[in-house]
Every structure is written in structure tokens, then in C-alpha cells.
């Protein structure tokens, strides 16, 4: 590495206070309501701003120093596997199904982080939070681009990757990860805070980035390692401002204990719906793989989110409301999920499958309690069907929870056996959920989320129900980008092109 | 008890650094996955830019982590010598 | 609650009725048969037969569970918005009360095959 140390320079507390705190200045024409309007609305309490502090202590020089280093070891690595055929050294096609997921409805994510924290930098009051939050705006735009650039490799042979920003904008499943964005950044600069900075960081971006990118590196995808390692090290930066700013809420002031644990029982359940997505992705879609959605969970979510809250309990805070449902939730909702995935994948722009006897073998080993029980009965039968010439397609299309999206595909937390069914009605319309956790989030601010655009019931409102029209409109090519992986185009070229290069014929 | 951790990409230039992260730190385990190395300890982990400097032969600042760390888990306080995670529980 | 907002905040719901082209959307499921992974989104006339839900999209949709050839459905119980509820078959959705978005259940007891021993 040819980075220079300096001969002798400021120490980090002396340097950090000369480039963030130095920067700001005592307004003398406008009050500080006035240049910063949105600051205590949410009715949080600060009384010193400058009692937050980034514990990395990271000014913008350092930041451009480093950030400029990943960025070249990053583009290194995008080279080689650009030049390497890296495309032909993944385990299996089925792998990009999970990149797919990826692009179209977690890249658009970082973009809309960046949006938010460009905003929050700019409302929150204190120098320190300011800089803090400018760096992370900087950060997830660059997450979005090289996630779309290193991806755009694949996007040259293989199919599904070609809309991403229409399945973002159009497609039904990832109007889960757009919805929980759109929700964070329509509330105020603190709620944004715990939404992003917290919940989605802290308790539960390891369990994307980590097990999953570990996971890209067992599948021989080093593009995708690179830009998630890459992401994952500004989120460490991002995880420490999230606690920071939790804890620096709760010193400020007593009455603010209330607002924040609110906000962390909302957020947790929102994010926790996301990762949804992600667990079908650890424990289907890996051809290889490093460990189970179940075991992620242990590590990134017991034992990691059980040290935090038992670390927050000396301010009062207790772990989120849903924190005992989603633990009764592990072992079935990437089942629940791909099954649901496989039966709607007419309507995917990405390929699922029926897991092979091997893959169920290792489902079964992870899932002592439920895969044998509950699932493998439902493989099975849907297995029958395909060998008899007729696919099972599930062209009932789903019923939506109001609040997170999904369909409607979770058991009651203590009956695998039954769907979980919760409604309400406000103001005269019925609203329906996947869960409590989504209906307490609906019922704590009904208004926001009876806007909701709900991808199935807009077919009916904006397509009249005909999915050809709907297919055309999110850009899916039927018969090409979506089904089964097993006769796709994608498996035919990976075959044929691996065949190529690994023989002279 | 609770567990802080911290995690690196497996490289040329962590090899140094875990290792002086496992000479301050007797009670800390080391996990070797695909592409990254966790490290994990009981309650409090510390990081000594002496020791990195040592193991690596060469001037180190400790914000060169960045460039290569993954994620971390706990309250972190860092300054020029050390960068230390802890769990107040 | 209200939104936390700076000012008012009153919102118009985005699935109304009057936004499905003379339809409306039922939904319905069957009480431990998980081979469907969601209740079924069915989009139909109010003035629709309750008998031509069945006959026509129901039983289409819940052929693939092998327990479907088996349905006696004048035996099917029922429950609306999770209470016991009977149809009437030769009237309308309108008429047997099943309001848009309202959601219905089956339940057959004794039909099982892909449902865990109990």
C-alpha cells in the first residue's frame, strides 16, 4: 500500500474538533429555527449538540484519502473479473438470481439513503452530525453506483438485469425494500435516523452484507464480494454514527426515552420484513453455501442484537416489541417465501427453482423442526407436478400486507399451519397485514400508510387485471427473464459458454 | 457477557493486523470464513497501533482500517494509539 | 395517532373502490392448505353470483392442492373478516354482504394430505 503516514501532524481529537466543529458558526440575522425548521417537530429534546461526537472521529480529508483507496482496489478487482470471463467462474447461473434480487431492490436502496442523508446532513443542527451524515450521503451514492457497475458485467449475458430501474420503480416484491425507504425519508430527521442509521444498519445490514457477501466469495463472484466488503466497511462508519446518535438522543434528555423506543419497535419490524427477501437468498439461491439464514441469525441477530439492547437497557430501552416474533419466525420464512417466489416466478424478473433432493437434504439439516415437517411435503408435491407436465403457477396473485408489502405469506408465530390474518378498518376501508408488528406500525399513523401503492391491487386499477400489459410496463420479457431457472436461457448460455471456456472445442 | 467483534477482509494487508489483534487480545477467537476473518471477543476488544506498527514494519495510521474492515459490533472510542470496542453490559 | 407532521396531515386512500373500474377485490384463502402461499387476490363485479366465484376463478385456482377433487362445497364452513359467516350461493357478492377487500376463509376439515400429521 503507498499510503504515505505524515512526519507529524494534529492528533485525532485536536483535528477532528478543527474540521467539523470549527466549521460551524453562531447565526447572527436568522435563528437557528429558522435555518434548521425541522429539528423539533418529531419532539425530541436537545439541549447540546455538541455533545455528539463520531467515535471514529473521521474528517473529510481522511475520508477522501481512504474512501479514494477502496475505490481503486475496488475497480482492480472489477477489471479482473471483467477481463477474466468472471462471469463463467460462478459455481452456478441459478447464483444471479440473488444479484437480480440484489439490483433491482437493494442497489436502488443506497440510492435513496443517500437522498435521505443528504437531507438529514443539511436539517440536523450540530457540525458533527452534519459532517457525519454528508459523508454517509456520499458513501451510499457511491454503494448504488459501483453495485450497478459491477453488475452491469453480468447485465452483458445473462438476462433480468437489463430493468432494474423499472422493476425498481414497478415490479411487486421490490416495492418492500422501496416502501420501508419511502417511509424513512418521509419522516423527520431523527426518525430517518433510527429507520436507516439504526435499525436498518446496526441490527440488520450484517445479515445482509456479511454471511451474504462471504457467500458471494464461496460461489467464486468476486465482483460481488468486492463491492459488498467494499459497502460493508463505510457501514461499520455508519452502524457506529447510528449508535452514536441513538445513545446521544437518549442522554439529552429523559423525555425522549419514549419517542426512540417507539421508533425502535417500528423500525426493527420494518427492517426485519426486508431481510425477508434475504434469507431466501441465503438459504435457496446460494448454490454454495457458508451458512444458513438460521445461523446468520444466531451471530448477527441474537447474539450481536442481544448485546446491543442489553447495552441500550442502562437508558431504558427494552429490545423491539417484535423481537420474540421474529425469533418464532427463523425457521420458516425463507420457506414461506421461496415457495411463494417459485409459484408467482411468472411474474419475477429473476429465475427460482424446485430445490434439488440435495439442497432439500441440507434445508432439512438446518431446519430440524420445520423443513421435513412443513416444507418438504409442499417441494415435493410441487415437484410431482412438474414431472407430470404441468408446473404448478399460482395465478391467484397475492394478497399484500398494507404496510410492509409482502404477500401475505407468514404463519401465526405459534401455528406454522395457519396463515396469519390481521386487518382493521379506518375511515370506512379495510386494511390488511402480514403480522401484528405491521399492523401496530399501520395503527401508530394510519394516514401515512393508507397511500400506499400496493403493486397487486394497481394491476387491477391501472392494467385492469391483464399481466401481459403489466409484463410490457415493468419491462419483463415473458418466457426470457422470469420462471423456472430449469430450461431458461440462463442456463443454457452458462452451460454452453462454461463448456467453451474450459475445453478447446 | 456480551460479545463485541470485529471484522476484516482476508488480505495481505489484515494478515499483520489480526495478528496483533490476537497478541492484545488473549481472549479473542478467531473465525476464518470465505474472504473475511471475524474476530470476536468477550466484552471489550482492543486495537494498538503500536502492535499493528510491529507486526507490520511500518508506520501505521490506525484509520488505514477502514480500508479493509467489514463490520463491527459495539460502542467504539477511537484515538491516535487505540481503537477500542465495548459492550457496557 | 395523527402523522407526526409540521402541519395537518390528511391523506386519500389509494384502493378505494371507486378506483377498480366497476369491481372490487376479494380475497380469499383455505385454512391449512400452504401449497397456496398467500390468499388469493380476486378482482370481480359486485353483481357477481357467489356460485360464479366458486365455479369460476375459486376452483381454478385451488386445483393444484390434492385435497381440491375432494371439496364437498356445500360443506365448506366459512368465516368473513375471521367470523363464522354462511353464503348464499345464488346471490350476489353485494348481496351477501362481501365487501371490497373483504376477506374470506375456507375451512374443510378432514382434508389434510399436504398438512403435517398433527
Redesign the interface.
Known amino acids: 500500500m503507498d499510503m504515505k503516514v505524515d512526519k507529524k501532524k494534529l492528533n485525532l481529537k485536536d483535528k477532528y474538533k478543527l474540521l467539523t466543529r470549527d466549521l460551524g458558526w453562531e447565526p447572527s440575522y436568522h435563528s437557528k429555527d429558522e435555518i434548521y425548521p425541522y429539528v423539533k417537530y418529531e419532539g425530541l429534546k436537545v439541549h447540546d449538540w455538541d455533545k455528539w461526537e463520531d467515535p471514529f472521529r473521521l474528517t473529510m480529508d481522511a475520508y477522501w484519502k481512504y474512501q479514494a483507496e477502496k475505490e481503486r482496489k475496488f475497480y482492480a478487482i472489477i477489471d479482473a473479473h471483467t477481463q477474466n470471463n468472471g462471469h463463467l467462474n460462478i459455481t452456478d447461473a441459478r447464483y444471479l438470481t440473488a444479484l437480480k434480487i440484489f439490483l433491482q431492490a437493494i442497489s436502488p436502496g443506497e440510492y435513496a439513503a443517500h437522498r435521505g442523508f443528504a437531507r438529514v446532513g443539511r436539517e440536523f443542527a450540530g457540525v458533527g452530525t452534519q459532517v457525519a451524515c454528508q459523508m454517509q450521503a456520499i458513501d451510499e451514492i457511491r454503494h448504488a453506483q459501483t453495485q450497478i457497475h459491477a453488475m452491469s458485467n453480468y447485465n452483458r449475458y445473462y438476462n433480468g438485469f437489463h430493468a432494474f430501474a423499472d422493476a425498481r420503480d414497478r415490479i411487486w416484491y421490490t416495492s418492500v425494500a422501496r416502501s420501508f425507504f419511502d417511509d424513512a425519508m418521509a419522516a423527520g430527521p431523527f426518525e430517518f435516523m433510527i429507520a436507516i442509521g439504526f435499525s436498518f444498519e446496526y441490527v440488520l445490514t450484517n445479515l445482509l452484507f456479511v454471511p451474504f457477501m462471504s457467500g458471494a466469495a464461496y460461489n467464486g463472484d468476486m465482483a460481488t464480494v468486492t463491492f459488498g466488503f467494499s459497502a460493508q466497511s463505510d457501514e461499520a462508519r455508519h452502524m457506529t454514527l447510528g449508535l452514536e446518535c441513538i445513545k446521544f438522543m437518549l442522554e439529552q434528555d429523559p423525555d425522549n426515552l419514549p419517542i426512540v423506543q417507539e421508533w425502535i419497535d417500528k423500525w426493527f419490524w420494518r427492517g426485519f420484513r426486508v431481510l425477508g427477501l434475504v434469507s431466501t437468498m441465503m438459504d435457496y439461491m446460494l448454490p454454495k453455501r457458508v451458512m444458513s439464514w438460521r445461523e446468520a441469525w444466531e451471530i448477527y441477530g441474537v447474539e450481536n442484537g442481544g448485546a446491543l439492547f442489553r447495552d441500550l437497557a442502562r437508558y431504558g430501552i427494552r429490545p423491539p416489541k417484535g423481537w420474540d416474533d421474529a425469533e418464532k419466525a427463523i425457521d420458516h420464512m425463507s420457506h414461506q417465501l421461496m415457495l411463494g417466489l417459485y409459484q408467482w416466478s411468472f411474474g419475477t424478473a429473476f429465475h427460482s427453482w424446485i430445490p434439488s433432493d440435495e439442497d432439500m437434504d441440507w434445508l432439512s439439516a438446518k431446519y430440524p423442526a420445520t423443513f421435513d415437517k412443513h416444507y418438504r411435503p409442499r417441494w415435493n408435491h410441487i415437484k410431482k407436478l412438474a414431472a407430470a407436465g404441468t408446473p404448478y403457477k399460482n395465478f391467484g396473485l397475492a394478497k399484500l400486507c398494507q404496510c410492509c408489502q409482502l404477500p401475505i405469506v407468514f404463519t401465526e408465530p405459534d401455528d406454522p399451519t395457519m396463515l396469519c390474518n390481521r386487518e382493521t378498518t379506518y375511515k370506512g376501508e379495510k386494511y390488511h397485514f402480514c403480522s401484528d408488528g405491521c399492523r401496530d406500525v399501520f395503527e401508530r399513523e394510519p394516514e401515512k400508510y393508507i397511500q400506499a401503492w400496493l403493486p397487486m391491487p394497481a394491476l387491477f386499477q391501472e392494467q385492469q387485471g391483464d399481466i401481459g400489459a403489466w409484463m410490457a410496463w415493468v419491462s419483463l420479457g415473458d418466457g426470457v427473464d422470469n420462471g423456472d431457472y430449469a430450461g431458461s436461457a440462463d442456463q443454457r448460455n452458462f452451460q454452453q459458454w462454461r463448456g467453451l471456456a474450459t475445453s478447446n472445442q | 457477557m456480551?460479545?463485541?467483534?470485529i471484522?476484516l477482509?482476508a488480505n495481505e494487508?489484515t494478515r499483520p493486523i489480526i495478528d496483533a489483534i490476537e497478541l492484545d487480545n488473549p481472549k479473542a477467537v478467531v473465525h476464518r470464513?470465505?474472504?473475511?476473518v471475524?474476530i470476536d471477543a468477550p466484552d471489550e476488544l482492543v486495537i494498538r497501533k503500536q502492535t499493528i506498527e510491529e507486526q507490520l514494519g511500518?508506520?501505521?495510521?490506525l484509520?488505514?482500517l477502514?480500508?479493509?474492515?467489514?463490520?463491527?459490533?459495539?460502542?467504539?472510542?477511537?484515538?491516535?494509539e487505540t481503537l477500542t470496542l465495548r459492550?457496557?453490559? | 395517532m395523527p402523522v407526526t407532521a409540521i402541519k395537518e396531515y390528511v391523506a386519500v386512500p389509494r384502493d378505494q373502490v371507486a378506483n377498480f373500474h366497476g369491481k372490487q377485490l376479494v380475497y380469499v384463502s383455505w385454512d391449512r392448505h400452504l401449497l397456496f402461499a398467500a390468499p388469493f387476490l380476486i378482482c370481480l363485479p359486485p353483481e357477481t353470483p357467489f356460485r360464479e366465484l366458486v365455479e369460476g376463478p375459486l376452483k381454478a385456482l385451488v386445483s393444484p392442492d390434492p385435497d381440491a377433487a375432494a371439496i364437498d362445497w356445500q360443506r365448506v364452513e366459512w368465516l368473513k373478516s375471521n367470523q363464522p359467516w354462511t353464503p348464499d350461493f345464488d346471490a350476489s357478492l353485494a348481496a351477501n354482504g362481501i365487501g371490497h377487500k373483504d376477506q374470506l376463509r375456507m375451512c374443510t376439515a378432514g382434508l389434510n394430505s399436504l398438512a403435517p400429521a398433527a
Not at chain 2, 33 to 36: N, R, S
Open positions: 456480551s460479545t463485541v467483534f471484522a477482509q494487508e470464513q470465505p474472504a473475511m471475524k511500518r508506520a501505521f495510521d484509520q488505514e477502514q480500508i479493509n474492515l467489514i463490520t463491527l459490533s459495539g460502542n467504539v472510542d477511537e484515538d491516535d459492550w457496557n453490559s
